[in-house]
């Protein structure tokens, strides 16, 4: 009898272990799998900020540009971008799209619940911190316009110019460099959301940063950065 009862218990504590074990698996599995969803999001925006800091042949690649970003200091941005000359499509995008994304994500009853709450707080930062970065890019007073001409080099087009299918996004516009002495021909080198009061001059113009503004520009990539490696280093 004695020994029937020890068979249960453990009979019974195994499947106690086992269903805890099972548990944690499932929950971790949702878990990985919520924030995969925000993943995209987050290498959407270390694309941009690149832009913001690096020329653009020196565009670190896609697969090490979160290391790249990782060895940045507030030091070493403003010394990037305080002589960067910047095409306009490069600095009066809006994240728009992003923030509305990674804001979908976290009211999705599904989602939401899977990510821990110090981590939605982040990407609550995140949102609000990249709206301020791209708004304080977008003042008259952080700019001032060279003398350069012109990148006819580029042709821009409405995202619904290049398919139908993008009828979605229509403040979306693709940034195409031609290819010389084949007319109607080029490759699409990038595309980003604007509002629709950006003209195509305003995109292809060449811009600086204001030295008296390349301090709180910095101070405003850093905070962006600072959260997606708080984002990154809880995956």
């Known amino acids: 009898m004695a020994a029937t009862s020890i068979y249960a218990l453990i009979a019974i504590f195994t499947y ?7 548990n944690r698996e499932r929950t971790s599995e949702l878990r990985n799998y919520a924030q995969s969803e925000v993943d995209p999001q987050i290498m959407t925006i270390l694309i941009s900020i690149s832009k913001l800091i690096y020329s653009r042949d020196k565009y670190p690649e896609i697969k090490k540009i979160g290391s790249v970003l990782e060895k940045l200091t507030k030091k070493s941005i403003v010394a990037k971008i305080k002589n960067k000359e910047y095409l306009g499509f490069d600095i009066f995008r809006n994240s728009d799209e992003t923030t509305k994304n990674i804001r979908k994500l976290l009211e999705s009853s599904f989602i939401r619940p899977l990510i821990d709450d110090d ?14 970065l791209y708004r304080s890019l977008a003042e008259p007073e952080s700019l001032v316009k060279t003398n350069k001409p012109k990148a006819n080099e580029y042709k821009i087009f409405g995202s619904k110019e290049i398919s139908s299918y993008n009828i979605n996004y229509p403040n979306r516009k693709l940034l195409v460099k031609k290819i010389p002495h084949k007319d109607g021909i080029g490759v699409v080198e990038q595309f980003a959301d604007f509002s629709p009061q950006i003209d ?15 301090d709180t520009i910095a101070s405003n990539i850093l905070e962006v950065l600072n959260l997606v490696r708080k984002w990154v280093k809880s995956r």
């Open 16 to 22: 106690d272990s086992v269903k805890r074990f099972s």
């Open 119 to 132: 981590l939605v707080l982040v990407l609550i930062k995140l949102t609000n911190r990249l709206e301020k």
């Open 200 to 214: 195509e001059d305003t995109l292809l113009s060449f811009y600086n940063i204001k030295e008296a503004e390349t």
